[in-house]
């Protein structure tokens, strides 16, 4: 070959054979990058794909059916250990074991229920059932504090006695154990399985004592009753006053 420098010629085809494996691998390593990303694709595809079958797994498992916008239970029996709110939480409140609650806060954030007691339910607003086993069912500002007891409704009763009952009213205190008052004002039974009927201002101290109404009689005798009218005292153990 006249007219060619030999060397030079070596060198460009050497240098036109490195352009070309270059190229070469420039292919083959995108090839692997767009293999790569395929796969990280791939990967969170199936990750995807996992994730909804666990969810459909999940529903399947639930004992809850969506239809209408309403989550309808199977019709079985569900234990709930410690407890249930429906409503507002009361973060006030410590609560019980096995407890229920029914109830909202206002819109300044007061007035929730507390069952503390072990084993209590507390419904209606503002309402404390801290005794065990005892329950406020509705009114509000209510307490069931002795063992058992109960409140059903009203404001601002109390039920402190062991197995004591308020069943309404307002501002009415049964205090002794098995005592109850069914309703009125500002009453008390404080005896031993004692009791005010209604009225306003009545009290039922003695044992098996009972006051039926009227205002501000007293029954502190064993076995007495008052039967109604103003500032009555059956004082005597089985004495009775009628009214006047």
Known sequence: MKGIDRPLLFVAAASLF?????????KNLRRTVDSISSTEENVASLKLQLEELEKARKMED????LVD???????????FPQGVVVGDRNDDCTYGEAVLSVGLLNEYGFGGNCPSGDSSVAFGWKNVASGSYSSVTGGWNNVASGSESSVSGGVGNKASGPYSSVTGGHGNDATGPWSSVSGGRNNE???ILSSVSGGTGNTASGYS?????????????????VSGGNSNEATGNTSSVSGG
């Open 209 to 225: 004592s009972s006051v039926t109404g009227g205002y501000g009689n007293e029954a502190t005798g064993s076995y007495s009753s």
């Open 189 to 191: 039974a404080s005896g």
């Open 62 to 65: 639930s004992p809850f059916t």
């Open 69 to 79: 916008d309403w989550w309808v239970a199977e019709p079985k029996m569900f234990r």
């Open 18 to 26: 490195g352009f070309c494996v270059q190229q070469n691998d420039i």
